[in-house]
């Protein structure tokens, strides 16, 4: 009846592998790891309510390997549990969908959307889940969108302000008029619904579109939420960023907007900033760094708003500049925040600069499902630090820390921190010039996750004309284009045609992958082998495409990572190896010689997650032809496939 695909399902980019499902078998192929489960039985003809008790007890695995069909509706209960479910991945949610809008004689969006109103925001689980449906409901066509605005129109007033603000922003694509967008923000919550739906648009063309009204909105607000909402939204709107740095930077002195208004300035490029704006700005927050106390300074919004003065002290005049960095000295050190960027195994800082022999503090906020350290090299040890962490394993590395060598190449490094953990350096850069690295040094991170701590003797001179260090893995490619499917997929069959084997082979080295998988034979254990893939996709290019640049599409339950959090408040995360009534067993590292086992009184709860354990904008620095260098490669090694 109503076979549905979303547009735009995800803006997910692959990296390092090319069969996201596939390559979420961290052990190999044959491991005797593996987890065996068996078919559970569920019984269907029961009430509802023994129904949801029986699949509410099912982990996602055992969830996915129940019978279901979209020809009976005595399947409704599975596909809406799967659809609601923490940690599942994209393809299963979709096929819900679509199974759920023939069962129920309705449609993707009403769906989709109903689903998200049952969902409880205040719990962060099914809040994320939430988001990842907001995510594929925004990718729906248009016209697919305005033919449920009425529908669309009436969740706008749910109770459950995430589902309303989620419908807004459906609306907005959609497209209203003038007059209809003022009937859509006539009050304060439908305002603040409105200010929410603007961070949620995909394009940044559709965010720019309500510019003009959020800054009505914005300096007609007499509500401190409010504003504080509007001036989040602007920091998503990339347009007219002069203006707005302008019309923000004053707000600074307002202690109830300040924190909002920090974070919107820091997204505003510094070419963009005013210099008379950007002076009263730096010397307010100089003044305020005086004044807030010791115990105070620790907190994410002092640390912003610091960030934020270091930033504008390369624009006000350099006898201003050294004065008031000689008084920020005196009572707080350089803070660098640095945080892990979700799904992309890479930091968001890829380099900064430090004044040498001067104090200086980097904080890392990991973002990410996987756990995370950040460890500073001497200059040009990047690589033998990562190998050598390799080797030290999770046990007995330098100071104690996991994957950290012993190694006078070393000079500073954390623990490994958990996801939505933070972990802080406070240390004495080096008196020495130069370019200093920093790296993850969780098996195989370092390929992707890496930076320059850049040591300088005047660091004010080097802020009014910073100069971008040497990538310290050799690597000279930059951001082309964030691939989608619909990119290159009509394209596909010519794209491939023509191409030199040998040319792909050595993209496919140089883009990691050859540090996964292994190709006839050749290459990393970590994820299958990839001579057959062609094979085994029966020649579905489209497929594997997908793959390569949808990571997260599909991520079977039997290889999803697990977040443990324990009742003492550790972290623990992995692939699950086994589970009975009294441990758990996780794989926490592809390099894992040992499991870790987690008795079961101790754990607080665990949660699944929906996303591939491979990153993804990897293929986002690589061209069109190259991609399709890569997989002309691919189907070259397993002629027996046919396209």
């Known amino acids: 009846m109503r076979n549905f695909a979303f547009g735009c399902l995800l803006t997910t980019l692959i990296a390092i592998p090319v069969c996201g499902q596939e390559h979420g078998h961290t052990t190999g192929e044959n491991s005797s790891s593996t987890r065996?489960?068996?078919?559970?039985?569920?019984?269907?003809?029961?009430?509802?309510?023994?129904?949801?008790?029986?699949?509410?007890?099912?982990?996602?695995?055992?969830?996915?390997?129940?019978?279901?069909?979209?020809?009976?509706?005595?399947?409704?209960?599975?596909?809406?549990?799967?659809?609601?479910?923490?940690?599942?991945?994209?393809?299963?949610?979709?096929?819900?969908?679509?199974a759920l809008a023939e069962l129920k004689d309705s449609d993707p969006v009403t769906i989709t959307m109903a689903t998200i109103d049952n969902l409880n925001a205040s719990k962060?689980?099914?809040?994320?889940?939430?988001?990842?449906?907001?995510?594929?409901?925004?990718?729906?066509?248009?016209?697919?969108?305005?033919?449920?605005?009425?529908?669309?129109?009436?969740?706008t007033q749910s109770d459950n302000a995430l589902a309303a603000a989620i419908a807004t922003a459906a609306l907005l694509i959609s497209g209203q008029s003038d007059a209809e967008l003022d009937k859509l923000t006539e009050d304060t919550a439908s305002k603040l619904a409105f200010l929410d739906a603007i961070t949620m648009l995909p394009e940044a063309a559709q965010r720019n579109t309500f510019r003009t009204r959020v800054v009505k909105l914005l300096d007609s607000s007499s509500s401190t939420e409010?504003?504080?909402?509007?001036?989040?939204?602007?920091?998503?709107?990339?347009?007219?960023?002069?203006?707005?740095?302008?019309?923000?930077?004053?707000?600074?002195?307002?202690?109830?907007?300040?924190?909002?208004?920090?974070?919107?300035?820091?997204?505003?490029?510094?070419?963009?900033r005013e210099a008379n704006a950007s002076l009263v700005a730096t010397s307010f927050l100089v003044d305020l760094a005086e004044k807030t106390p010791a115990a105070e300074r620790t907190k994410a919004s002092f640390i912003d708003a610091m960030q934020l003065a270091d930033q504008l002290l390369a624009i006000v005049p350099s006898d201003q500049a050294r004065s008031f960095r000689k008084r920020l000295s005196a009572v707080t050190v350089r803070v660098i925040r640095i945080k892990t960027v979700e799904e992309e195994m890479r930091y968001d800082i890829p380099y900064f600069a430090v004044e040498a022999g001067k104090s200086v503090q980097i904080v890392l906020e990991n973002h990410d499902l996987m756990p995370h350290n950040l460890v500073v090299t001497v200059p040009e040890a990047l690589?033998?630090?990562?190998?050598?962490?390799?080797?030290?394993?999770?046990?007995?590395?330098?100071?104690?820390?996991?994957?950290?060598?012993?190694?006078?190449?070393?000079?500073?490094a954390t623990a490994m921190v958990p996801a939505d953990q933070q972990a802080t350096l406070t240390f004495t850069?080096?008196?020495?010039?130069?370019?200093?690295?920093?790296?993850?040094?969780?098996?195989?991170?370092?390929?992707?996750?890496?930076?320059?701590?850049?040591?300088?003797?005047?660091?004010?001179?080097?802020?009014?004309?910073?100069?971008?260090?040497?990538?310290?893995?050799?690597?000279?490619?930059?951001?082309?284009?964030?691939?989608?499917?619909?990119?290159?997929?009509?394209?596909?069959?010519s794209g491939i045609r023509g191409r030199s084997p040998e040319i792909g082979k050595r993209l496919f080295a140089e883009a990691s992958c050859a540090g996964c998988h292994k190709m006839r034979g050749e290459g990393g254990a970590i994820g299958p082998e990839l001579t057959d893939v062609f094979a085994r996709w029966k020649g579905d290019r489209v497929g594997i495409l997908r793959e390569v640049l949808e990571p997260s599409h599909k991520v079977d339950a039997k290889y999803v990572m697990q977040r443990i959090?324990?009742?003492?408040?550790?972290?623990?995360?992995?692939?699950?190896?086994?589970?009975?009534?009294?441990?758990?067993?996780?794989?926490?590292?592809?390099?894992?010689?040992?499991?870790?086992?987690?008795?079961?009184?101790?754990?607080?709860?665990?949660?699944?997650?929906?996303?591939?354990?491979?990153?993804?904008?990897?293929?986002?620095?690589?061209?069109?032809?190259?991609?399709?260098?890569?997989?002309?490669?691919?189907?070259?090694?397993?002629?027996?496939?046919?396209?």
């Open 124 to 155: 962060g689980n099914e809040k994320r889940t939430a988001n990842q449906l907001a995510r594929m409901l925004l990718g729906t066509k248009t016209e697919q969108l305005k033919a449920k605005a009425t529908f669309l129109l009436e969740t």
């Open 36 to 98: 065996k489960v068996e078919t559970p039985k569920v019984f269907l003809d029961k009430s509802p309510r023994i129904v949801a008790y029986q699949l509410k007890r099912l982990d996602n695995q055992r969830l996915l390997m129940v019978e279901r069909k979209k020809t009976d509706a005595k399947y409704i209960p599975v596909y809406e549990a799967i659809l609601a479910r923490v940690g599942m991945s994209p393809q299963f949610r979709l096929e819900s969908i679509n």
């Open 565 to 643: 959090l324990t009742v003492d408040g550790r972290t623990v995360t992995g692939v699950l190896l086994s589970e009975d009534d009294d441990k758990v067993t996780l794989l926490s590292n592809p390099e894992a010689k040992e499991p870790t086992v987690i008795l079961q009184d101790d754990i607080e709860a665990m949660v699944p997650s929906s996303v591939s354990m491979m990153p993804k904008a990897l293929m986002d620095q690589y061209t069109k032809d190259e991609i399709f260098e890569v997989l002309a490669y691919l189907e070259s090694v397993a002629p027996q496939s046919k396209p």
């Open 429 to 493: 850069a080096p008196s020495t010039p130069g370019e200093y690295p920093y790296v993850c040094t969780f098996p195989q991170h370092w390929y992707r996750m890496y930076g320059v701590m850049v040591v300088v003797n005047d660091l004010d001179a080097w802020l009014k004309s910073p100069v971008k260090p040497a990538n310290p893995i050799g690597s000279n490619r930059s951001f082309v284009q964030a691939w989608k499917v619909n990119d290159l997929k009509d394209e596909l069959d």
């Open 226 to 272: 409010l504003s504080n909402a509007a001036i989040r939204s602007l920091g998503f709107i990339p347009i007219e960023p002069a203006d707005s740095f302008s019309r923000l930077a004053p707000l600074i002195s307002n202690d109830k907007l300040r924190a909002a208004t920090v974070r919107t300035l820091l997204t505003i490029p510094m070419k963009e």
């Open 383 to 412: 690589k033998e630090v990562a190998q050598l962490g390799l080797q030290a394993g999770p046990n007995n590395g330098w100071k104690n820390l996991p994957y950290v060598p012993e190694s006078d190449k070393v000079l500073q």
